[in-house]
């Protein structure tokens, strides 16, 4: 049995050959190809968080390939709201599928999940801490659209601090020759004791300076859920945008990223030019996670 729940639980070869999974179903995740390998097969999502990529993205992937889904109904219309812990909540639906994908606020929630399973366990995002499956599927991006992982230049902009998806992915960059680029307001910065644990070539930048250099820039969005205070919310809130002339002098092949959902950070004149890949990004979401699932539940 299985889990995923950090990025940390995969080596370059892992990650290599889900990738290359991937590649495999994309004309199923399509609708191209009839292929049932899930046929009889259960997922329960339990999500404690609101999500719509994620979640959608791994029914339709279990879908597609012949499984079933079962999801958990809003808390307050769940047994969370007449006080079930998370332990039981596992323990039970573990019982009902052949694997689990989790959303939770706190930070080491699927750890623990997957303590309580006994049926693999899939970190969907567990607070600010990690969401491998979203890496994943970043990684596929840049693979597809800029055709190499080693040799990449990439600049990380936003909320460096509190982005569990910048905290996955840049873990997984490390493992390929990539030269990564730390943008953000120093109230968003990334984490010391991150910075000094992952190494490889890592750098603060202004956006301005490394521009012309980068091949992909990955955006996100300010985290407000994660914010302790109101106050300190507003004010970094509408720090930074990408705008047609934030990006006027990157190369012709420069991608935008974004996990999405974005609020204000990228402005939506930029979808129309041929840097924006955050939508092919969220549907490159299903076949990485076909590829996740056929892995975990096979
Ligand atoms: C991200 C998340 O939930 O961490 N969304 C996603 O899964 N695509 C990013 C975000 O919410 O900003």
Same mark, same amino acid.
């Given at each position: 049995?299985?889990?995923?729940?950090?990025?940390?639980?995969?080596?370059?070869?892992?990650i290599?050959?889900?990738?290359?999974?991937?590649?495999e179903? &994309?004309?199923v995740?399509?609708?191209?190809?009839?292929?049932?390998?899930?046929?009889?097969? #259960?997922?329960?999502?339990?999500?404690?968080?609101?999500?719509?990529?994620?979640?959608?993205?791994? +029914?339709?992937?279990?879908?597609?390939?012949?499984?079933?889904?079962?999801?958990?109904?809003?808390?307050?219309?769940?047994?969370?709201?007449?006080?079930?812990t998370?332990?039981? =909540?596992?323990?039970?639906?573990?019982?009902?599928? /052949?694997?689990?994908?989790?959303?939770?606020? @706190? +930070?080491?929630?699927?750890?623990?999940?997957a303590?309580?399973?006994?049926?693999?366990?899939?970190?969907?995002?567990?607070?600010?801490?990690? %969401?491998?499956?979203?890496?994943? $599927?970043?990684?596929?991006?840049?693979?597809?659209?800029?055709?190499? $992982?080693?040799?990449? =230049? #990439?600049?990380?902009?936003?909320? $460096?601090?509190?982005?569990?998806? #910048?905290?996955?992915?840049?873990? !997984?960059? =490390?493992?390929?020759?990539? *030269?990564?680029?730390l943008?953000?307001?120093?109230?968003?910065?990334?984490?010391?004791?991150?910075? &000094?644990?992952?190494?490889?070539?890592?750098?603060?930048?202004? $956006?301005?300076?490394?521009?012309?250099?980068?091949?992909?820039?990955?955006?996100?969005?300010?985290?407000?859920?994660?914010?302790?205070?109101? +106050?300190?919310?507003?004010?970094?809130?509408?720090?930074?945008?990408?705008? @047609?002339?934030? #990006? *006027?002098?990157?190369?012709?092949?420069?991608?935008?990223? %974004?996990?999405?959902?974005?609020? /204000?950070?990228?402005?939506?004149?930029?979808?129309? =030019?041929? %840097? !924006?890949?955050y939508?092919?990004?969220?549907?490159?979401?299903?076949?990485?996670?076909?590829?996740?699932?056929?892995?975990?539940?096979?």
């Amino acid at each position: 049995m299985r889990h995923l729940i950090s990025i940390n639980d995969l080596d370059r070869e892992d990650i290599t050959y889900i990738l290359k999974r991937a590649e495999e179903f &994309e004309d199923v995740a399509r609708g191209e190809r009839n292929l049932k390998i899930l046929e009889g097969k #259960i997922l329960g999502n339990l999500f404690f968080e609101p999500s719509t990529r994620t979640r959608m993205s791994f +029914e339709v992937a279990m879908k597609r390939l012949g499984g079933d889904v079962v999801n958990m109904t809003a808390q307050e219309a769940s047994s969370i709201a007449k006080g079930e812990t998370l332990a039981d =909540t596992v323990r039970v639906v573990s019982g009902y599928c /052949d694997a689990i994908v989790i959303r939770h606020p @706190l +930070e080491g929630a699927a750890r623990f999940a997957a303590e309580n399973s006994s049926v693999p366990v899939i970190n969907a995002g567990d607070g600010a801490g990690q %969401h491998p499956t979203q890496t994943l $599927l970043d990684l596929y991006t840049i693979k597809k659209e800029c055709g190499k $992982l080693d040799g990449i =230049t #990439i600049a990380l902009v936003g909320d $460096l601090k509190y982005s569990r998806t #910048i905290h996955s992915l840049i873990k !997984a960059l =490390t493992l390929f020759e990539t *030269k990564i680029y730390l943008v953000s307001p120093d109230a968003l910065a990334l984490p010391d004791e991150m910075l &000094e644990e992952i190494g490889g070539d890592v750098s603060r930048a202004r $956006l301005y300076e490394v521009i012309e250099e980068v091949d992909v820039l990955y955006v996100t969005r300010i985290q407000k859920e994660r914010f302790p205070d109101e +106050e300190e919310y507003r004010k970094v809130s509408g720090s930074y945008r990408i705008t @047609l002339n934030t #990006i *006027k002098n990157a190369k012709d092949s420069m991608i935008i990223m %974004h996990p999405l959902p974005r609020v /204000d950070e990228v402005d939506p004149a930029v979808d129309k =030019t041929r %840097h !924006a890949k955050y939508f092919q990004q969220a549907f490159y979401g299903v076949p990485v996670r076909m590829a996740i699932l056929s892995e975990v539940m096979l």
